[in-house]
């Protein structure tokens, strides 16, 4: 299996720019989840999704942030407009119901720099 | 206070030593716990998972948890240079095994 794919891996733009970032979960699992990682803050909760549907989006930052799941291989954070505290590794992860371990599988992640 | 918390570290232990990695969690509901390590530049990987009390052993690898306290710890034995990395303590709640509260983690230095 490819594992979770994220896209794009680096991201540059500047402040007020609208960003989207992908992310394919492994087949097969039923959760995915956007997190937000930085130094200060470590790694966050964003929203996460159950068979295609959000289930708590109570991380999300703000109205700015906004997050999509159209179906069971595909998902987008969207930032519009972004700023430059929006700077951060952004991960996706996926996990299935049937695992007893409840383990997480993350992707490489998306280093988000805004200018 | 901190929903998870965790020395940031770094800590440093000799090639061999055992190291010994802490966090307390707020929540006293909380069910299930979780160690994950995280190489600098890369993402976090599952280690270990303990939902009872005591002690969980898997390889050099050994979970405790003592949910009267609201602490869990790791334990890596014989420890290598290979085992430098971040390491995230991260806790679910009562009823909610995919909801992940994540610490911000402890720096292990292995010093061959």
């Known amino acids: 299996d490819a594992g979770v794919i994220q896209s794009p891996r680096h991201e540059v733009t500047e402040m007020g720019q609208e960003v989207t970032l992908r992310c394919k979960p492994i087949?097969?699992?039923?959760?995915l989840f956007w997190y937000r990682q930085t130094m200060m803050r470590g790694l966050e909760l964003l929203i996460y999704?159950?068979?295609?549907?959000?289930?708590?989006d109570s991380g999300m930052p703000e109205d700015r942030f906004s997050a999509k799941m159209p179906n069971a291989s595909f998902s987008t954070l969207k930032i519009q407009p972004s700023e430059p505290r929006d700077s951060a590794v952004y991960f996706c992860?996926?996990?299935?119901?049937?695992?007893?371990?409840?383990?997480?599988?993350f992707g490489p992640g998306t280093r988000l720099t805004v200018t | 206070q901190k929903e998870v918390e965790q020395n940031s570290g770094p800590l440093s232990v000799p090639e061999g030593a055992i190291a010994s990695l802490n966090c307390t969690y707020s929540?006293?509901?909380?069910?299930?716990f979780f160690w994950y390590r995280q190489y600098s530049g890369k993402s976090p990987e599952l280690i270990m998972f303990?939902?009872?009390?005591g002690d969980k052993e898997d390889g050099r690898f050994t979970a405790q948890l003592n949910k009267a306290s609201q602490y869990v710890s790791l334990l890596i034995r014989d420890s290598q240079p290979s085992d430098s990395a971040t390491y995230l303590c991260?806790?679910?709640?009562?009823?909610?095994?995919?909801?992940?509260?994540f610490g911000t983690g402890t720096k292990l230095q292995v010093i061959p």
């Open positions: 992860a996926s996990s299935f119901l049937g695992d007893s371990s409840y383990e997480q599988y």
């Open positions: 087949s097969g699992h039923d959760y």
């Open positions: 999704f159950n068979n295609n549907v959000p289930i708590d």
């Open positions: 929540d006293r509901g909380s069910q299930s």
């Open positions: 303990i939902y009872s009390n």
């Open positions: 991260a806790v679910t709640p009562f009823g909610g095994y995919q909801k992940v509260t």
